[in-house]
């Protein structure tokens, strides 16, 4: 009886774990706009700008999403 709940426990951390490496993966995308790179997972986004503007100047900045999908229009 006690080697179920151990195996239990074991599988329900094991799931757990798993669960939070999807959600907290994110996938790398690279926009040719001057060399901006968006980190985007299933709970945040971060975007690293570095874009070229019409003056031949560049915008640099950084932006962090929390749960970036629930703001969508």
Do not use: Q, W
Request: charged share 30%.
């Amino acid at each position: 009886m006690r080697k179920r709940k151990r195996y239990k426990k074991k599988r329900k951390k094991l799931f757990i774990l798993l669960l939070l490496l999807v959600l907290l993966c994110p996938i790398t995308y690279r926009y040719k706009d001057g060399g901006t790179v968006s980190y985007k997972a299933i709970l945040y986004s971060y975007t690293k700008y570095h874009r070229m503007e019409e003056d031949e100047s560049y915008f640099t900045g950084r932006e962090f999403l929390v749960f970036p999908f629930n703001f969508l229009n």
